[in-house]
């Protein structure tokens, strides 16, 4: 991209974006984008969000502005003070709802002609023209982006190399080809969080070529998707290649037909997966996700999931119905979506399966004319059997596999390895022992003895009673597993050394689908697919299952009923009918499930009815007129004759509006009857509202009455519930400049009692919402749901009665001209907090965040020896956080406030007394999230408790800070006081873990000549962590510094400045005491249009008391050692030619009775 456009876009951006923030905090009424979330910097730069941020919105607790870099436009989080690495950090900020560098436009600015008065003469060169590296700066092509390689070698590390590509390119090649192209070489693809309802795929790779809208070829990451079909249904993601060609041709009657022709193949990038969730109770999350196979950590494909409760569809976004953590497969419901007992919960999602490379296929073929429509489609999904990614499969696991033919939830096998002793590895030693009398061999125990300890095994989790080992604490860096012994024969443990051997599987279909157009409004369609599913292509048994086929008819009619002739088309009533049949036999399968999400339940499908063959039909006949709605009746009928069941259900739909009142009716009654069984299943749903000129109410009831009977006998499946609900709320056809809703509603649950339905639970429900949108610059929210759910009967005596409260405030509120800025957003909920379990992975030399100490000197890894890494050539371990199965139920909340003070937007042309007050400022934010068990009122809704030793207390995040500044646009002089205080606490499996921090800061500074200014900062801190298991991990650091700088300042160019702190830490829990003496002097030298120089150089001289060996000693001596130490850091960057730059790093170590450490890197970058 030429220098001069970039320039000018950023001109452009700059305003723009300005001038978006204060459109969204005047507007904020129409938007709730206000963020909060809790980071771990793995690395020093991390991508918070898909969409822009709105310019000083972002709040991060325990850091200060120098500690960091944002860039607002990418959402990009520069961390300074790497001493943050792998620590939480609770942050707050608000986004619009685009991407502001994304390129829109109207219209296509290619088309623009060039100056027909001003001929271009093609024989000139003009030496003038700027040299353009790669040639990417053609005009008909927009391109960003660089290229960067690097090396980095030092004495403490072996040879590493970096590789970075990263280009975005859009334009014409030609005339006619379009190119679209996203290409990057990160190994570790990115995922947007799923907290918004809109995202962008950050890991997507692609090439995209177009020829005149007719054909599209595109390679890279692809999405499929399956057209206009009923049996063949899919969306996949994958990488590979797709092409799309349209070709039209006019008949001799002036008829156009198209043929549209779309291939594609690829290597899949998940597996499909539907999932039924047993909502809990109050509990709004999080819901594990988990694989087809029952595994417990999964990735989820961000966008691929849909989400329903009771059959609708919701939508995804912290101000809508749910959020998701696609890289752990956590979903959680917001307030606006309270779960309860009766929900009825099923996600759809795509999901990483890694077992084996599975490929895709896909082949569509249509032709369309005026009056007739024809397609035909193959789909074939296949994993390649003898590329497998899950543990390597011998013969024998193959030979396994083989035998159990279509019985693959019966391929459990065991998994104990003799591989000798492996020193950074859970390994185990196998013993006999004696319970009781009884002698059991071939137990195994954990253990690090190099002689014994030969056998490495993996544990499947399994139900309790039906295992011999649990999963018990321990200090070593991975989950270990302990051995008990069983009880009268009955095993007491819920693990087994076993594991679950996945089959490669095969899905095909072929499907072919015919319509045509018939006399007055007439269509008949018929479609018809053939589906070969293997689930075991080791094995031949049972492939005589695998074929299955489908089919179905449709002729529907559309016809105006008789009316005035006056009456326009619009304001007609139509009459719609139609007759449809549908079949398939015992072995048809599908890719993705065609059928209503609700299909089963609504006939009373048993488990053991949907494996077999089948017969659907039914006649729909309804009415609808433009503006008054539309009435439906329907009947169907459901055979299974293998089972010799068959059902009957009709139902009826209105949704009517006349003048002011609205009705809405949804009922139905099925009779299904079998040789063992029949039930009578009875629901409608009905709303009935009254509008006012300022107002609605209503009424709404939900009824069900399914009834299971076995030879006249009710049995427990049966069920029945009545909800009536009424309700007052904003008319919506006014403005919206105040909206509100007020609800309360009854439900009472039966459930069988001998041979008849008795009351089982009474829930009251009460729900109020209002949000003030009238102020732009005091903008309110408000939502509030209470349930109270009491059960009967039998049910009394073991279920206490229940009360689940939920509730949210946001408000955003400024006077004065922004002089007084005042937010508040609290939230109050219930949900389940998983106890965190971790591991630390060695990976490349330099490329981690955690650096291992042996502190024990036993040669053994251990999660208490892993520290977070304050020098690059140290980072050699990542850490990973493994999924655990145990979970609490907390009652949360939720508390962000922030007043910031600045008389200066007002008062800053002022004289006197006001002139004076006009040099103060200060930002007061405060940010809270609890999680605990204590399930009083008071402790439920109150955010201030934080007392980190109570066992009630499982998780909280608490930072506050309050920052004053006395002359902060001052040139001369300023004051500046700041204190923070944050806490955490972390339940994990091995106990609870917990750090709280003071810090004071105070600085002064003054310019006492043109060229010089002098600082002196002064800082207390109070650092305390515990950890209830590693007892090594308990400190409490008292800190105190004092640092003065003197920088000099000449010309824009030059920086030079000298520094020297005195810093005292103090243990007070041991003793650990040291004094350090720090003396650095830097020198940046900017050289425009060139580059730049900087120089660093450390002393210290540090005096310490205590063990070396501990995290208390690496907390207070920051890596370095006892005595003399020093720190050299020399950075060089150069500009080579307009778009090609070169950057050399050089840093330095050196330690009392320490080898000297050098460590160098060279990278090239250009930049497209």
């Not at 109050?828 to 591991?839: F, I, P």
Request: net charge neutral; with cysteine.
């Amino acid at each position: 991209m030429p220098k001069n456009i970039f320039h000018i876009r950023l001109f452009v951006l700059l305003p723009l974006l300005l001038l978006l923030s204060n459109s969204c905090l005047l507007h904020a009424q129409s938007l709730s984008n206000r963020i909060n979330k809790t980071i771990i910097f793995e690395s020093d730069t991390l991508q918070l969000d898909s969409l822009s941020l709105v310019p000083g919105s972002l709040k991060i607790s325990a850091l200060d502005t120098g500690d960091y870099e944002i860039d607002q436009i990418n959402a990009l989080l520069i961390l300074k003070n790497k001493t943050f690495i792998g620590k939480p950090l609770s942050i707050e900020y608000r986004r619009f709802p685009y991407r502001i560098n994304k390129a829109f436009s109207h219209k296509d600015t290619n088309v623009i002609e060039k100056n027909l008065y001003e001929p271009v003469n093609p024989l000139m060169i003009n030496d003038a023209e700027p040299n353009d590296f790669l040639n990417l700066s053609d005009a008909s092509l927009q391109s960003s982006g660089s290229l960067s390689r690097g090396i980095t070698i030092g004495n403490n590390q072996d040879m590493s190399v970096q590789s970075n590509l990263n280009l975005q390119l859009s334009g014409k090649l030609s005339d006619d080809v379009d190119i679209i192209a996203n290409i990057t070489d990160q190994n570790i693809p990115f995922q947007p969080e799923g907290n918004t309802r809109q995202i962008q795929e950050f890991d997507k790779i692609y090439i995209q070529l177009n020829y005149k809208d007719r054909v599209s070829l595109l390679a890279g990451d692809i999405e499929d998707k399956s057209s206009d079909t009923y049996f063949m249904q899919f969306t996949k993601k994958g990488q590979g290649l797709m092409g799309d060609v349209l070709l039209l041709s006019e008949t001799k009657k002036k008829d156009t037909t198209a043929y549209h022709i779309k291939v594609s193949g690829a290597v899949a990038k998940g597996n499909f997966r539907r999932q039924s969730i047993v909502a809990i109770e109050g509990n709004q999350g999080p819901y594990q996700l988990s694989g087809e196979n029952q595994e417990n950590f999964i990735i989820i494909l961000s966008g691929s999931e849909r989400i329903y409760i009771d059959g609708k569809l919701l939508t995804r976004g912290q101000d809508a119905d749910y959020v998701i953590n696609y890289n752990s497969g956590e979903l959680t419901f917001t307030a606006k979506q309270p779960i309860t007992k009766d929900k009825r919960i099923v996600a759809e999602f795509e999901y990483s399966d890694q077992n084996y490379v599975r490929t895709l296929a896909h082949i569509g073929t249509e032709i369309k004319q005026k009056k007739w429509n024809f397609s035909f489609h193959f789909y074939n999904e296949q994993d390649m059997k003898n590329q497998s990614n899950q543990l390597e499969l011998n013969d024998q696991n193959i030979a396994f596999l083989r035998q159990i033919g279509n019985n693959v939830d019966q391929a459990y096998y065991p998994y104990i390895d003799s591989v000798g002793f492996q020193e950074n590895e859970v390994m185990y030693k196998k013993i006999d022992t004696l319970v009781n009398g009884i002698t059991y061999d071939s137990v195994f125990v954990y253990s690090t003895h190099a002689d014994s300890a030969y056998y490495r095994l993996k544990f499947t989790l399994v139900d309790q009673g039906k295992g011999n080992y649990v999963l018990t604490q321990s200090s070593a860096n991975g989950r270990v597993f302990a051995w008990v012994a069983p009880i009268n024969g009955i095993p007491q443990g819920n693990y087994e050394p076993i594991i679950l051997l996945i089959t490669p599987k095969r899905i095909q279909m072929y499907h072919l689908n015919v319509s045509y157009e018939l006399p007055k409004n007439t269509f008949v369609h018929f479609e018809t697919a053939l589906s070969n599913n293997d689930v075991n292509t080791f094995s031949t048994i049972g492939n005589s299952q695998n074929v299955g086929m489908a089919l179905r008819f449709m002729l529907k009619n559309t016809a105006p009923l008789p009316s005035k002739k006056t009456l326009s088309a619009e304001k007609r009533w139509k009459m719609h009918t139609a007759l449809h049949y549908e079949t398939k036999n015992k072995w048809f399968d599908y890719i993705e499930n065609y059928r209503d999400v609700e299909f089963v339940r609504n006939y009373n499908l048993a488990d053991s009815l949907t494996q077999a063959t089948e017969h659907f039909t039914g006649l729909n006949l309804s009415f609808d007129q433009a503006d008054k709605g539309h009435i439906g009746w329907s009947s169907n009928v459901f055979l299974i004759p293998a089972y010799a069941w068959h059902a009957i259900q009709n139902q009826f739909i209105t949704d009517l509006k006349l003048r002011a009142y609205t009705l809405q009716i949804n009922a139905s009654l099925l009779n299904s009857q079998s040789q063992k069984d029949k039930t009578l299943f009875l629901k409608h749903d009905e709303l009935f509202s009254r509008s006012f000129r300022y107002f609605e109410i209503g009424l709404h009831e939900q009824m069900e009455y399914n009834q299971f009977k076995q030879n006249d006998s009710l049995i427990p499946l049966s069920r029945a519930f009545n909800e009536i609900a009424v309700f007052l709320k904003q008319n919506d056809s006014i403005t919206r400049d105040y909206n509100y809703v007020l609800q309360y509603s009854n439900r009472i649950d039966q459930a069988v009692k001998g041979n008849h339905f008795s009351t089982s639970a009474i829930a009251h429900n009460l729900k109020a919402g209002f949000d003030m949108l009238k102020f732009a610059n005091h903008p309110l929210r408000f939502t509030l749901s209470y349930r109270n759910l009491r059960y009967k009967d039998s049910l009394a005596a073991t279920q206490a009665p229940e009360n689940t409260l939920l509730a949210s405030i946001d408000y955003q509120g400024q006077i004065c001209k922004g002089a007084i800025q005042w937010g508040l957003f609290y939230e109050l909920g219930s949900g389940m907090e998983q106890k965190n379990a971790y591991t630390y992975i060695k990976v490349a030399n330099s490329q981690g965040t955690y650096q291992w100490i042996d502190y024990n000197g036993n040669g053994i890894e251990e999660l208490d020896e892993f520290e977070v890494a304050i020098y690059k050539d140290q980072a050699n371990y990542i850490r990973l956080w493994l999924v655990s199965n145990e979970y609490i139920k907390t009652f949360n909340n939720k508390l962000t406030q922030s007043l910031g003070l600045r008389p200066a937007a007002v008062w800053y042309n002022k004289k006197g007394i006001k002139k004076f007050i006009a040099r103060f400022a200060n930002q007061t934010t405060y940010q809270t999230q609890l999680k605990q068990t204590a399930a009083d009122f008071i402790s439920t809704i109150n955010p201030f408790y934080s007392n980190l030793t109570d066992t009630a207390l499982v998780s909280t995040a608490m930072h506050f800070r309050n920052a004053f500044s006395f002359n902060q646009n001052s040139l001369i002089w300023g004051l500046d006081a700041i204190y923070s205080h944050s806490k955490n606490k972390l339940l994990t499996v091995n106990g609870f873990e917990s750090s709280n921090l003071n810090d004071w800061q105070f600085s002064g500074r003054c310019r006492i000549f043109k060229d010089f200014i002098l600082k002196l900062n002064y800082y207390h801190k109070l650092n305390t962590k515990n950890s209830e298991y590693f007892n090594l991990k308990n400190y409490r650091i008292l800190n105190n510094s004092m640092e003065p700088i003197l920088t000099y300042q000449f010309d824009n160019q030059l920086t030079a400045s000298i520094l020297y702190a005195y810093i005292q830490k103090i243990n007070t829990t041991g003793e650990e005491r040291s004094y350090t003496h720090k003396l650095t002097s830097e020198i940046n030298y900017r050289m425009p249009k060139r580059g730049s120089l900087l120089t660093q150089i450390s002393y210290y001289h540090i005096q310490f008391k205590g063990k070396t060996s501990a995290p208390c000693a690496y907390e207070m001596l920051e890596a370095l050692q006892p005595g003399h130490n020093g720190v050299f850091t020399i950075a060089y960057q150069t500009t080579l030619l307009k778009n090609l730059q070169m950057n050399l790093m050089y840093e330095g170590r050196i330690s009392t009775g320490v080898a000297m450490i050098h460590t160098g890197s060279v990278e090239i970058r250009a930049y497209f």
